[in-house]
């Protein structure tokens, strides 16, 4: 690798150096002032004046003869790129042989100079060109922030299509994209199909270190040489023969991870024993580290370049399009959101969510929101619509969101406008509006919740639109301001911001004018569409009803979060006590009558007294019927009983089929085998064993969205093209179901006595593999892969077949 060695700061002339001035500063905005602080910039300065040394150059490269494997030029945008005389004389493709790889870190304007002209010319197969997200919106550029990854990748991925100023980023061999220390987009241009994301899946861009004061400089030379460390690595290996693939993804996510230990430590502890400066061995060690560096990595496929195709990271997750993600609500269910690896999610307070457009809308107003509370004047409130099916939770998302911006003792108030008589109604807005400027009065800005406002033929409207723009209300011949306050207006009969506003109805329309709609719409600044546990509902002008959305795969996830929520299990790593078939009931029932209310009546009253949900709790029938349709439901928790029932009746059967499968396997992988002999011969309890893998297939198949059905019915037979995809999707998912399959034997195994030892002892009930699934050696772990990949014949033994899980029953 070739290096430089600049020389004193006094070969640089002023205007070519950067001037800062560091300050003590709170390691966070949240820790207390007394708290151990760091040296971080406090005020950068600028470059300097360009005086009477301004022709003065920079030191030549000391070692530009050299054949270096790896060249690494910043190009800050300044004299380097049009200077030839301090290039490294490696780049004259005439005196020498060509370094295996050139890394660019560059930046705005990007692609300019003669610098980057020289490079696309000659080394175009060799380019690594890495910039950040923001020199790229300085341009005429538009990439989204903080609304979704989604989002975020879509827009970058259209301009990068149709943008004639970004023609230059495909001249280079891998183009890398950062977005601050959130995550980073790799595009290998050699290959249209390869884009990987390397992201933080709990934070969008520029959300890690928003609480963190001050500044630091070198961040993206730390991002650069986490990259350049992985290519040495690749390289190095090479030399030794190992062959490999090129993978970025590693250092990528090492440089963004010591972007932040920067950005965290600083320049070192203010009243430390050492000078401060820059803290160069601690971000070697996060620079070379193997462990989890805490970032995702996921493939990016064509990613639309509009709204018309839903597009989600979450996809990742399935082969087959528009199928509920049943299987992986189970997960979420069961584990929590530690299965979420490489699935964005937002946090918000006790709101959980990974839905795309719920996201990007409770981003949006979570904005909304602090920057109203931190740039704006109070001048006049800030109304939000909030609308939602009944019982969705419309009120609790932008409490959290509130709660999290003005702290847990934020004043809400809480006002239902239908129970507001039309007798008294204008003394009921004005005391209601004391309420509120009493609140405001008293230091606070309070969030007020008009509840049913669309009720009552929007009859209340006229008493909201004055102080709505103008920030005042009139009681009497008195104006009084109100202040800086939140006004949330939830809908009680309209699931939809769309659908409040009538769309092809010239008669509704101009009703819906001369009841002031427009100007109340007009007023808004934001609105937030709530889902709730039922799946998404589209408008349908035509017939003024909603219709359900197919593209809406996600609401079994939000079924899972709120079931963790209603249970009391709100860690993330604690394990929801719950049997199969009742969580089946849960994830795929129809509807809930009264959205999240119905599941946490339903919840409440089927926990035991030790926890746990349990099937034997189930209210009676007409308590049920109230909430959901209890024979659906009754009938999805029975929904696998038949499989196992016709398992056990088929006892030798099955259990003579999976030993003949594993004394096969064996047999072709050469492992040493304990019952080396015919079914007849074998211990009872190991037959008993071979019954109980084929009595848990069902249990372990729906993690994966996957059903046991009879052959033949619904006139379902035998379907080669289905049992492709089936065997396809199974081993999309299969350290998945090896890993339960080995908890499904491991289970049976301790309840009937065995424990953990080495050397395995079968009259002792000792068994060496007693023990996780994850540390399991490679070949032990295989025999849980070859066991799952055998469902689908185990199964067809029992005139069973495994299909998709499309409908609810």
């Not at 018309?308 to 528009?322: A, C, F, Q, S, Y």
């Not at 406008?417 to 008294?424: A, E, G, I, R, Y």
């Not at 096969?664 to 008993?688: G, Q, R, T």
Request: charged share 30%; glycine share 8%; hydrophobic share 35%.
């Amino acid at each position: 690798m070739l290096t430089r060695n600049t020389g004193d700061m006094a070969d640089f002339p002023p205007h070519r150096r950067a001037y800062a001035v560091w300050g003590p500063c709170k390691k966070t905005a949240k820790v207390k002032e007394d708290e151990q602080k760091v040296w971080r910039v406090t005020e950068m300065l600028g470059y300097g004046s360009k005086g009477e040394d301004a022709e003065k150059k920079s030191k030549k490269s000391e070692n530009v003869s050299e054949v270096a494997d790896i060249v690494v030029l910043d190009d800050a945008a300044l004299d380097y790129r049009f200077d030839r005389t301090v290039w490294p004389s490696c780049l004259n493709t005439k005196t020498g042989k060509k370094p295996e790889w050139i890394v660019v870190k560059m930046s705005h304007p990007l692609c300019h100079g003669d610098l980057w002209q020289k490079l696309r010319e000659k080394f175009s197969d060799k380019l690594i060109l890495i910039a950040s997200a923001n020199d790229l919106r300085r341009g005429e550029v538009m990439i989204s922030r903080s609304r979704s990854w989604e989002q975020t990748v879509q827009d970058l991925m259209a301009e990068l299509q149709t943008n004639a100023e970004l023609t230059e980023l495909h001249k280079c061999r891998h183009l890398i994209i950062h977005f601050q220390s959130e995550g980073a987009l790799w595009i290998d241009n050699a290959n249209n199909s390869f884009r990987r994301l390397i992201f933080d899946a709990g934070n969008l861009e520029g959300e890690w270190g928003k609480d963190i004061p001050g500044q630091v400089l070198g961040r993206n030379s730390c991002f650069t040489a986490g990259v350049v460390r992985a290519l040495l690595e690749h390289l190095t290996d090479a030399k030794k023969n190992i062959s490999s693939k090129l993978d970025l993804a590693r250092g990528i996510g090492n440089g963004l991870a010591a972007m932040r230990t920067l950005q965290e430590t600083g320049f070192g502890a203010v009243g430390g024993k050492g000078a401060p400066g820059f803290p160069v061995a601690v971000l070697v060690e996060k620079l070379k580290t193997k462990e989890d560096n805490g970032f995702s990595t996921v493939l990016i496929a064509e990613a639309t370049p509009d709204d018309t195709k839903p597009w989600t990271l979450i996809d990742g997750n399935r082969t087959v399009e528009n199928l509920p993600l049943y299987g992986f609500a189970r997960q979420v269910a069961q584990h929590g959101p530690k299965v979420l690896k490489g699935i964005p999610y937002g946090r918000f307070g006790a709101l959980f969510t990974v839905d795309r457009r719920e996201l990007e809308s409770l981003n949006g107003i979570q904005q909304l929101i602090d920057d109203y509370v931190r740039f704006d004047k109070g001048s006049k409130p800030l109304s939000i619509g909030v609308f939602g099916p009944p019982g969705a939770g419309k009120s609790f998302g932008i409490k959290q969101i509130a709660k999290g911006i003005l702290g847990d003792k934020v004043s809400i108030l809480e006002f239902n406008l239908s129970q507001f008589s039309d007798k008294n109604m204008l003394d009921m807005f004005i005391g209601a509006l004391h309420q509120v400027r009493d609140k405001v009065l008293q230091g606070t800005t309070p969030v007020v919740f008009w509840d049913e406002f669309d009720s009552g033929e929007l009859k209340w409207l006229q008493y909201l639109l004055a102080p709505m723009q103008d920030g005042a209300f009139l009681e009497g011949q008195m104006t009084h301001p109100i202040g800086k306050c939140i006004f949330v207006f939830a809908g009680g009969t309209r699931y939809t911001m769309k659908s409040f506003s009538p769309e092809n109805n010239p008669e509704k329309c101009k009703e819906f004018k001369l009841k002031k709609g427009p100007d109340f719409v007009s007023r808004l600044r934001g609105s937030l569409n709530v889902l709730g546990p039922n799946p998404r509902q589209v408008f349908v002008p035509e017939t003024d009803s909603y219709d359900p959305d197919a593209t809406d795969t996600c609401f079994p996830i939000r079924r899972a979060l709120l079931l963790r929520v209603l249970s009391g299990v709100y860690k993330d790593k604690e394990e929801l006590k719950i049997d199969s078939g009742l969580l089946n009931a849960f994830m795929k029932v129809r509807e809930y009558k009264h959205g999240a209310r119905s599941m946490e009546t339903i919840v409440s009253l089927t926990m035991g007294k030790k926890g746990g949900l349990m099937r034997s709790n189930l209210p009676p029938r007409e308590q049920m019927d109230l909430h959901v349709d209890y024979d659906e439901f009754v009938r999805l928790i029975r929904q696998d009983m038949q499989f196992k029932a016709t398992c056990k009746a088929l006892t030798p059967v099955l259990a003579k089929r999976i030993h003949e499968f594993y004394l096969k396997l064996a047999k072709k992988n050469k492992w040493e085998v304990k019952y080396d002999m015919s079914f007849d011969k074998l211990p009872a309890e190991i037959k008993n064993d071979n019954v109980a893998a084929a009595v848990r297939i069902p249990k372990i198949l729906s993690l994966a969205g996957l059903q046991v059905v009879l052959q033949g019915r619904d006139g379902r037979k035998k379907d080669a093209q289905l049992l492709v995809k089936i065997r396809a999707h199974i081993e999309h998912h299969i350290e998945l179901l090896a890993e339960a399959e080995h908890n499904g034997w491991l289970d049976y195994k301790i309840s009937n006595d065995w424990k953990y030892g080495e050397p395995r002892d079968d009259s002792k009930k000792i068994h060496n593999c007693l023990k996780n699934y994850a540390v399991l050696n490679e070949k032990d772990k295989e025999k849980d892969r070859d066991a799952v990949r055998n469902y689908p014949d185990i199964a067809a033994e029992a005139g069973y077949t495994i299909i998709f899980e499309k409908e609810t029953c």
